[in-house]
C-alpha cells in the first residue's frame, strides 16, 4: 500500500485523537508510560513535520525531540501541517531518492515509517483518555504490512516497540496489532 496514499488519512486520524483530549489531560502519563499525553503529541507532530519535509525537499531530516513540537495549541499547529502536506504531497515525485535511516530509498517508503507512526499514536492518544479507537481498514492493513516487514530484532530494540503482549480472543484487528506493538490492550 502507498505512503502517500494514507498520509493525509493517518494524519487527520491524529489531529482528531489531539482535539479530542482536554486540557486537563496534557500532563497525565500516557499509555505509554514512560511519555506524558503532551510528549507524546510532541512526538507525533515531528512525524508529521517529518512527512512534510520528505515530501517538499526529500530530507528524512534528523531525530527530533517532543519537546521540540510543544506550544499552547498543538490542534491547531497540526492543522497547518495537515494543510502544508495536502498542499506539498500532490507535487511529490514519489520515486525521487531521499535519505532515511535506512539508506538512500524512494520517498513513498522514506514516508512509511512518520504515517504508521501516526496512526499508532492516533490509537495511543485515545487510549490515554481511556477511549478505545479503530483505525480505519486502509490504515491497519498499511501498518499492518509496514510492521509485518520489520524484522523483530529491529523492531524490538530500545527506543521502538516493547515485546509483544497478549490480546483478548474478542480483540479486534487494531486491538491485535496494537498487542503486537507491546501496548496493553
Given amino acids: 500500500m502507498n505512503a502517500a496514499a494514507v498520509a493525509p488519512r493517518a494524519l487527520a486520524l491524529f489531529v482528531d485523537a489531539v482535539e479530542r483530549t482536554p486540557p486537563e489531560a496534557w500532563d497525565r502519563t500516557s499509555n505509554l508510560g514512560e511519555w506524558s499525553v503532551r510528549e507524546l503529541v510532541g512526538h507525533a507532530t515531528g512525524s508529521a513535520d517529518k512527512l512534510v519535509r520528505l515530501s517538499e525537499r526529500g530530507e528524512f531530516g534528523g531525530f527530533s ?97 516493547g515485546p509483544a503482549r497478549p490480546a483478548p480472543e474478542s480483540a479486534t484487528p487494531t486491538a491485535r496489532l496494537m498487542a503486537h506493538l507491546g501496548r496493553e490492550v
Avoid: T
Avoid at 506550544?71 to 494543510?83: G, Y
Avoid at 530509498?105 to 481511556?130: E, K, N, Q, T
Fill in 65 to 161: 525531540e517532543p519537546a521540540d513540537y510543544f506550544c499552547d495549541d498543538p490542534a491547531a499547529r497540526l492543522r497547518e501541517i495537515q494543510q502544508r502536506l495536502r498542499e506539498v504531497l500532490g507535487a511529490a515525485d514519489l520515486e525521487a531518492p531521499c535519505s532515511s535511516p535506512q539508506g538512500e530509498v524512494p520517498l513513498r517508503r522514506a514516508m512509511s515509517f512518520p504515517v504508521a507512526d501516526l496512526a499508532i499514536h492516533s490509537w495511543d492518544l485515545h487510549r490515554s483518555r481511556g477511549a478505545d479507537a479503530e483505525l480505519p481498514e486502509d490504515v491497519l492493513v498499511f501498518c499492518r504490512e509496514m510492521v509485518d516487514a520489520i524484522p523483530d530484532e529491529v523492531m524490538r530494540r530500545p527506543g521502538s516497540f
